[in-house]
């Protein structure tokens, strides 16, 4: 994997590549988190043909008078048109562009993954926003992980998961055509049949193989989440408990019990174990 991972979803598919994501129609809004760059559809602009082509002539209008005063004073006005007209034109596909409900093109390079079917689509989107909750418990969990190394963590892992489940995808698709050809007329001493089987358990046990490896992937980010979650709540509820016990002291003059409060020693070693089975 490179440095970065780009990911972007439509209302069909999921492309995961370690280049671009481009838009087959419409508009892209890409959002950059540490090395992972998600690009989403952006809404239609609803701009209508007519509409278009009234700020088309609101441009192209100023844009011909001032090629008409360079010709009336005897100035060179076709440089001036051409690139007028190149101007005109590209604000109306831009604006055309705009005006069409966005998908993503599939990509060509052997390195990127596209998802189509639901359950895998699912998958990858429930890690994602998992990922996204791992993030938000970076800037409290300062001094106990390294961001940076936590972010090649997590995006090699989404990296991984787009991987295994594209596999889990093709195995569903195959075990699928095995099945009906397994229930095909076919003679049960026929040595075809008995191909078939082997290739069915050869399927099955590689489906096991890639299920186990997505739950795995997805039960380490899911950890790591739970567990700087876990970690922030308990950290408020101690600085409760030391403001709490502090007021009270002061309201009936008893000294401060030292050390009171929740101890988060268990909860950091926690953090740092779901970080490291998140890299390994």
């Known amino acids: 994997m490179g440095t970065e991972l780009h990911i972007g979803s439509d209302c069909e598919k999921v492309v995961v590549s370690p280049y671009p994501v481009k838009a087959r129609s419409g508009r892209l809004r890409r959002t950059r988190t540490g090395s992972l760059i998600e690009a989403v559809p952006r809404p239609p602009s609803g701009r209508r043909r007519e509409e278009r082509l009234t700020s088309a002539a609101r441009l192209a209008l100023p844009l011909i008078l001032f090629c008409a005063v360079l010709s009336a004073f005897g100035l060179s006005w076709w440089l001036p048109a051409a690139g007028s007209a190149a101007l005109v034109a590209t604000m109306w596909r831009l604006q055309a562009r705009a005006a069409q409900p966005a998908a993503l093109a599939v990509p ?55 991987d295994v489940l594209s596999q889990r995808q093709e195995l569903r698709r195959l075990r699928g055509e095995l099945a009906a050809v397994r229930e095909a007329d076919i003679p049960a001493d026929s040595p075809a049949r008995s191909a078939v089987a082997a290739q069915c358990e050869r399927a099955a046990e590689l489906w096991r193989e890639a299920d186990s490896a997505v739950h795995r992937i997805l039960g380490s980010i899911d950890t790591a989440a739970r567990a700087g979650e876990s970690f922030i709540r308990e950290r408020q509820v101690a600085a409760t408990a030391r403001y709490a016990e502090r007021t009270l002291a002061r309201v009936t003059g008893a000294p401060a019990v030292a050390e009171s409060g929740p101890e988060l020693a268990d909860r950091t070693e926690a953090v740092i174990a779901a970080y490291r089975d998140l890299a390994a």
């Open 108 to 162: 060509r390079d052997p390195d990127s993954r596209v998802l189509w079917t639901a359950p895998e689509r699912t998958a990858f989107e429930g890690a994602l926003i998992a990922s996204r909750r791992v993030r938000k418990t970076w800037p409290a969990l300062a001094g106990m992980i390294d961001p940076v190394l936590a972010d090649r963590s997590l995006t090699r892992a989404l990296d991984e998961l787009a």
